[in-house]
């Protein structure tokens, strides 16, 4: 295939922002404008609402970016506590946590929740992170300055931080927090949050929180579902998504524009390996716990999933001829694994013998990292280009429980097959089960609901039709 491009060429959705029609940043960010020569013409186009949306957004951000003269303002308010200090803008910064596909999932969420609470996103990228993306929004940046006042509390904030919402809640009611009338609040949503922490998915806390100039969420979830179930956002939202299951899918590839490193990486690797097969099949390998899930099992399960549901041809070990057809198909299977063991089983094992369809099998394997680096760019980097190449693959196999591997089929747009958590050792049966919809999961939701006022214990993955539990994490909720 010829990549060569025209920015006239791209579709109005690729094209937000006045920077994408000046054409001015075409060599700053390729892959603004080259992503749609590789990613299959899409056909979940965002709404026209969004698309407006988000236009409007690009506005707001630059207005109150960094360094603008409401940005020094409000952070002015900020240094005096003085909240007196008149303020235009308000703001949701994004802190770090976890790896890099529970860092996208959770910004994601954080850019939604500003987007529909008129405040402008700010992202806190440290080193390991700095190379990654480009900047999303025009003419703007969203990255915090390193100057930012409060920076240094950033180190401190974790469950037991004084600051946060959930802990004041703690020891004070909203109106004594109102009355405080703060400048800015700690947001405390990973996974171990608690129940204090998470009262910030009901309405009355919304009611508070909106009033504060300065939001800081750490989180590692994909808490996104929640917000669907906030009354006062309701009707936006589904202005905004009248297809529940493209949430992700539409805001991803908006925001995580790979720079020119990490696209350089990702189209090499294409178009040395991937682009000539008919069909590529993306196989994404997560092991957690390495000692209850030894090489063999894992394969095996693997294996059990690509064969019944056709994903990958049987070979014949019985017959080792070499098909006489001219016309072979060809398939790539991607690896995408901490590990090479089960890169070379594979390899080995389509070497070895023919495939008992004739077609032609390349396997392929972009790197093996061993472990989980952490704070090493290039590590995210390798991270960050398997997250998209397999994005790029016509099917997918995940793990289970692996934001890495949602990120990917979010950014594809895949439903694909979820390999089950092995049980006591055992491979489990079915070894996999294609997921209903492409939406990330939401591993550790509220075991409560605030709908009507009142906190009420429920199973947030029954209360409406479009938010179910997850296929890997049960308790989880996903959008379908
Ligand atoms: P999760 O732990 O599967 O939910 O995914 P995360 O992305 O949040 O964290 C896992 C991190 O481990 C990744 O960000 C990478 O740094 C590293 N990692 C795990 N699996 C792979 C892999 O297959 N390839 C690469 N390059 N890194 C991986």
Not at 280 to 304: C, E, H, T, W
Not at 333 to 358: F, R
Not at 363 to 379: A, I, K, L, R, T
Not at 437 to 462: F, M, Q, W
Request: hydrophobic share 35%.
């Amino acid at each position: 295939d010829s990549y060569s491009f025209e920015a006239t060429d791209m579709p109005e959705d690729m094209l937000l922002g006045e920077i994408s029609t000046s054409g001015k940043d075409a060599g700053s960010c390729l892959s603004r404008y080259q992503s749609v020569l590789y990613r299959k013409s899409s056909s979940h186009k965002l709404s026209p609402y969004l698309h407006s949306k988000l236009r409007d957004y690009e506005k707001l951000h630059k207005q109150c970016g960094p360094y603008t003269e409401t940005y020094n303002r409000t952070v002015k308010g900020l240094e005096s506590g003085n909240v007196s200090v008149p303020t235009g803008c308000k703001y949701v910064v994004w802190i770090a946590l976890e790896g890099l596909g529970n860092r996208i999932l959770s910004i994601a969420s954080a850019f939604l929740y500003a987007l529909l609470t008129n405040r402008v996103l700010l992202v806190e990228f440290e080193t390991d992170m700095a190379d990654l993306f480009c900047d999303p929004f025009p003419n703007t940046t969203w990255l915090l300055p390193a100057d930012f006042p409060l920076k240094n509390q950033f180190k401190l904030f974790d469950h037991r931080f004084p600051h946060s919402y959930g802990n004041m809640l703690k020891f004070n009611n909203i109106n004594a927090i109102m009355n405080l009338s703060p400048f800015s609040m700690y947001l405390y949503l990973p996974h171990n949050s608690d129940d204090s922490d998470k009262l910030f998915y009901c309405e009355e806390h919304q009611a508070v929180l909106g009033k504060i100039p300065w939001l800081i969420i750490k989180s590692d979830q994909y808490f996104t579902p929640s917000l669907f179930l906030i009354p006062s956002l309701e009707q936006e939202l589904n202005k905004m998504f009248p297809d529940k299951e493209m949430v992700f899918h539409n805001l991803a590839p908006y925001l995580f524009l790979p720079s020119n490193k990490a696209w350089g990486l990702i189209t090499r690797f294409y178009q040395s390996y991937l682009a000539k097969a008919n069909k590529r099949i993306g196989l994404q390998i997560r092991v957690f716990n390495p000692k209850n899930s030894p090489f063999q099992m894992v394969m095996d399960q693997l294996l059990a999933c690509v064969l019944k549901e056709k994903l990958l041809p049987q070979v014949d070990t019985q017959n080792l001829t070499i098909p006489a057809s001219k016309n072979l198909t060809r398939k790539a299977i991607l690896v995408v694994s901490l590990y090479s063991e089960y890169y070379e089983y594979i390899k080995n094992m389509y070497w070895t013998a023919p495939s008992m369809t004739g077609e032609v099998i390349g396997v392929y394997q972009p790197s093996h990292e061993g472990y989980q680096h952490f704070g090493d760019d290039m590590h995210n980097m390798k991270a960050w280009v398997e997250m998209n190449l397999l994005s790029l693959c016509d099917d997918l196999v995940t793990s289970t429980w692996s934001t890495f591997g949602y990120v990917a089929q979010g950014l594809g747009g895949l439903r694909p097959w979820i390999l089950y958590m092995p049980e006591k050792r055992m491979t489990p049966n079915p070894a996999c089960r294609r997921v209903n919809s492409i939406e990330p999961c939401y591993h550790i939701p509220p075991n409560y609901e605030c709908r009507s006022g009142t906190k009420v214990k429920a199973d947030l993955g029954t209360l409406v039709p479009h938010i179910k539990h997850c296929e890997d994490a049960t308790f989880g909720i996903k959008l379908v």
